[in-house]
């Protein structure tokens, strides 16, 4: 089955300050220590940041590195690279690794793995600072179970992982899929297929597991949900939420969908909106739980402001949105340097969101910001840029409002 192109990966390599509390902690080379950081970035409770790069590392097929804060006195942040992709372990991450309940970083690998399709990977911490991390391959995806995941994961309470793939399945459209761990320690792995998608689907974010159903948006069909059966073993059945068919509306739902205050669910668009530089929205469940959820549009992006929502979303401790836009704001790249934004909630309910750009990418301080905000109590936030940078390979950044 021939590979599906990935619209937001296909755009955001064809691809400014407001303020001075943007810092680099690190400029990738391009070369051992990776190249193309995707992000979202996972923080342990140490305050390393962990993440992956696209490509780079000793085989040019992507990594997991790790970030790590300065000792007291110090200024400059330590990258290790924990693990190079080298085809047979998977190759080209395109979804960040998720930190599980036990410690663990779990991912996916669009490549590679023992049919070329992509990896589910397990990388455990070592017992003793400075020894090697653990690598293991927990699924291999073969075709008729799904090809080519391109988000990451999400576990519940009981360390089930979740996620999708963009091809392969009974469709030809991928799967969403749920790895179990095994019953005995060292034991395999169980993937169950939980639902085929068709190929006018295609999902390419990370999914939301909540209250026992799961979330997730579609590159073309808009918002959905996948609800678990009555019998154990039957389908999982999906439901769409909005389907976004009006331009207006956006369009392109390159992100997954994240919770929010009253239970609504918020993501952005990548284009679509009156200017069609993609939209922020909120959707909220219907009336009477039947029917389409209804979508509010918190923000139309100008281009000033940043365009193309590749970034996702998330809220402050003051219930603040804050995210990433891939393009827009400062004109000093082909299409915009990407801004990080924030938009306040109306003091009147269904009134407008106050939003506005925190900063504006120029460059060398990194451009094409990707993956959501990583937002400390204290209101720093963490992430990356896919280009840019000292060496134009892609940087990590820290803003400190």
């Known amino acids: 089955m021939p590979v599906r ?37 996972v923080r342990n409770a140490e305050g390393q940041l962990f993440g992956t790069t696209y490509a780079g590392g000793s085989k040019n097929l ?22 190079n992709f080298d085809g047979p372990n998977g190759s080209l991450p395109y979804g960040a690794p998720i930190q599980g309940g036990s410690g663990a970083l779990y991912g996916t690998t669009y490549y590679g793995g023992s049919y070329g399709y992509g990896i589910v990977y397990m990388l455990t911490p070592p017992l003793n600072a400075g020894k090697n991390w653990t690598f293991t391959s927990l699924y291999n995806f073969s075709g008729p179970d799904g090809e080519h995941p391109a988000s990451g994961l999400t576990e519940d309470a009981s360390g089930n992982l979740y996620g999708t793939s963009v091809a392969g399945g009974t469709l030809g459209g991928g799967t969403a899929f749920e790895l179990s761990p095994p019953v005995e320690p060292g034991g395999s792995w169980t993937q169950t297929i939980l639902y085929n998608f068709t190929t006018t689907e295609q999902v390419t974010s990370a999914l939301l597991f909540l209250n026992g159903t799961l979330y997730g948006t579609t590159w073309d069909d ?3 949900s996948l609800s678990p059966p009555a ?12 389907p976004f068919n009006v331009p207006a509306d956006g369009l392109n739902l390159g992100q997954g969908l994240i919770t929010g205050p009253g239970g609504g669910l918020y993501s952005s668009s990548v284009q679509g909106g009156i200017h069609n530089n993609g939209v922020v929205f909120e959707l909220s469940p219907p009336t009477g739980g039947t029917g389409y959820w209804t979508e509010s549009i918190l923000h139309k992006f100008i281009g000033t402001d940043g365009m193309t929502g590749y970034g996702g979303l998330a809220f402050d401790s003051a219930g603040n949105l804050h995210g990433f836009a891939s393009g827009g704001g400062s004109t000093g790249c082909s299409l915009g340097c990407g801004t990080i934004f924030e938009l306040k909630p109306s003091t009147v309910p269904g009134g407008i969101w106050t939003s506005g750009p925190l900063y504006k990418f120029s460059g060398p301080d990194g451009y094409t910001p990707l993956g959501a905000p990583l937002i400390r109590p204290d209101g720093t936030i963490y992430g990356v840029t896919a280009l840019g940078g000292a060496y134009n390979s892609g940087t990590v950044f820290q803003y400190v409002p």
């Open 222 to 224: 808009g918002a959905f």
């Open 5 to 41: 192109k990935i619209g937001f990966l296909s755009l955001m390599f064809a691809a400014g300050a407001l303020s001075q509390t943007l810092t680099t902690l690190y400029s990738f080379t391009g070369g051992a220590d990776g190249l193309h950081p995707l992000g979202p970035l």
């Open 231 to 242: 019998t154990v073993g039957d389908p999982w059945t999906e439901t769409v939420l909005n």
């Open 62 to 83: 992507g990594t997991v590195f790790v970030l790590t804060p300065p000792s007291a006195g110090g200024t400059l942040w330590k990258q290790t690279v924990i693990l």
